[in-house]
């Protein structure tokens, strides 16, 4: 029988990247989603406080009633260097994306097909859509193309729904294979790239520039709080469907968000931007760290993503296992998280910031525990 999860709660006393400091004690983390490491860079820091001087920690002023906080326009602008595109929307938080985009996109589709593994976010969008919502097996377009085949009639127009890269394994979805598949349909496809911002593609775009797709019947989006230490979220697209998700309830009363998170999310893009090098620094990590865990036998996602989870055992062995390497001040993640299964998984994640030996010391704890 597996053992229940136990969860504590320390308390965090330093920005977080390789290492964080929590009660009072410094820890070498793989844990959360920092994949850059940015948590202290200077730059941004300095952005999101002097975006509160200059805007206050509030702005009663939105989009709808025909204001533009300075702070976000200038999110949106970076965001359109950044990312190659000509409509972007910044909003407050990164869950808003399923819930603007799914909702924005209903009347140009006719049903929804959502991978079984997506992100709350997307299951959450399409569930108040209004639009049949089905479910078709995970990264999976063979059973994609049966399920939209039994599902629609003639002349309907489907909607794809799912993540890049998924947060708890980081499987990237085939977006080549289900481009092709809604093709011969004039479908859409909505791709939730909070994790693989910044990770994925040859500039660290996502997983829409890493599978070549021209973005004039895609809608990206997602968190800036992973790669881009920053917070809010955005949504990329042509510009008139960007227009007309403006029009959606959660873009007119949710999304403008905190300046402070605005002003590092432009900060942070015009960083990265400068930085190709922190993206270099990652991969390298990543590499490193994925042909160290297969060597002591453990099976993790082959790709290029920073992500490398794995199942050792029943959830108490895994429990038992991130609680010795937190014992000795490396934490990883027991996650419980979307996708990890019943048992859960152990979830580690390669960070620009992390150096060789931080790696080793993993590698070299964790093989004494298997």
Sequence with gaps: MNAPHQTTHGRVESPTGALATVDGRVLLSFGGSGYLGLGSEPGLIDAGCDALRTYGAHSQLARHYGFNLGANLEAEDQARRFFDVEGVMYFGAGYLFGLIALTGLAPRCDAIFIDEAAHYCLQDGASITGRPVHTFAHRDPEDLARTISRALRPDERPLVATDGMFATFGSIAPLEDYDRVIAPYDGW???????????????????????????DRVVAGGSMAKAFAAHGGLALGAAD????????????????GCSAGAAMTA??????????????????????????????????????????????????????????????????????????????????????????EHIERLLKTLRDLL
């Design 267 to 356: 900060a942070s893009l015009r960083h990265v931007r400068g930085h190709p090098q922190a993206l270099t620094r990652l991969r390298a990590n990543a590499r490193v760290l994925k042909v160290g865990l297969r060597a002591l036998g453990l099976a993790v996602e082959e790709n290029e993503g920073p992500i490398a989870t794995f199942v050792h055992g029943d959830a108490r062995n895994m429990q038992r296992i991130q609680a010795a390497l937190m014992a000795q001040g490396i934490f990883i993640a027991y996650s419980t998280y979307v996708g990890a299964g019943v048992g859960g998984a152990l979830r580690i994640a390669a960070f620009a910031d992390h150096q060789p």
């Design 241 to 256: 469907v960007i227009a007309q998700l403006w029009k959606t309830p959660a873009a007119r009363g949710a999304a403008l």
């Design 189 to 215: 496809l909505v791709v939730d790239e909070s994790h693989a911002f910044g990770t994925l593609g040859t500039h660290g775009r996502g997983a829409v520039e890493a599978a070549g797709l021209r973005r």
